[in-house]
């Protein structure tokens, strides 16, 4: 089985400022490891995934992630956030082996960009 | 593909009522999950199909809930009696089986609030 912490649930942060949004993870497996983004009242969005090779992964709009397997760690950084980058975060992990692969997720953290 | 679609959007329901929800996954992902979110949480697992064959059940999924997937394609996921501790979001998700791009394409929801 598989868990996941975020650490913070609301992180404010300025206009072109930079953000990490934390996440750890407890497994006795290999995992895979994903964050999605979720705007209000719509489904999640998949915005990164580590599933093997480069521990640093990167999305098309300026996120990246790093996996830090002894720290057990997926952190989300952004250098520089826009005001449209507000929503909430979600981590989650699943094991890299079995046949039914669901996510389990963190509780969330609401990342809101002020002006 | 047109992704993840969910039918309805929102329901509201008296308690007591039975309620019905409709997944339709990408097309040629043969596996298909249920998710539950409440308000503040991250999504918990609640069940998997891998083609028409329900494989998982969460605990959560109490003996009011049943979930088919009768040819493989789209789902349904039933409450019967609901309750007021229903009232959730009720995400559907599917995937591919191969892992060099694996990933989860989750739908809108299914916002359901029981009075």
């Known amino acids: 089985a598989q868990s996941v912490t975020q650490l913070d649930s609301q992180v404010p942060v300025f206009e072109e400022a930079p953000v990490e949004l934390r996440c750890n993870y407890s497994?006795?497996?290999?995992?895979?490891l994903f964050w999605y983004v979720q705007y209000p009242n719509q489904g999640l969005q998949l915005l990164l995934k580590?599933?093997?090779?480069?521990?640093l992964v990167e999305s098309i709009n300026g996120f990246e992630a790093e996996f830090n397997k002894s720290q057990t760690s997926f952190h989300l950084r952004k250098p520089s956030v826009h005001i449209s980058d507000t929503a909430e975060y979600f981590c989650?992990?699943?094991?890299?082996?079995?046949?039914?692969?669901?996510?389990?997720f963190g509780s969330g953290t609401q990342l809101t960009v002020l002006p | 593909d047109t992704g993840v679609s969910q039918d309805p959007r929102h329901k509201i329901t008296k308690r007591g009522q039975n309620v019905t929800f409709r997944c339709d996954p990408i097309?040629?992902?043969?596996?298909l999950y249920w998710y539950r979110q409440t308000l503040g949480q991250g999504p918990e697992f609640l069940t998997y199909?891998?083609?028409?064959?329900?494989?998982?059940k969460s605990r959560l999924l109490s003996d009011r809930f049943s979930a088919e997937r009768p040819k493989g394609s789209f789902s349904t996921l039933e409450i019967q009696r609901t309750e007021q501790g229903d009232s959730a979001m009720y995400l559907c998700?599917?995937?591919?089986?191969?892992?060099?791009?694996?990933?989860?394409?989750f739908g809108s929801g299914t916002r359901l609030t029981v009075v």
């Open positions: 097309s040629e992902h043969n596996r």
């Open positions: 998700a599917s995937s591919s089986p191969g892992t060099t791009n694996y990933g989860y394409t």
């Open positions: 497994s006795s497996v290999s995992v895979y």
């Open positions: 580590y599933l093997s090779g480069s521990t």
């Open positions: 989650a992990v699943t094991g890299s082996s079995g046949s039914a692969r669901q996510l389990t």
């Open positions: 199909f891998q083609n028409e064959a329900q494989l998982e």
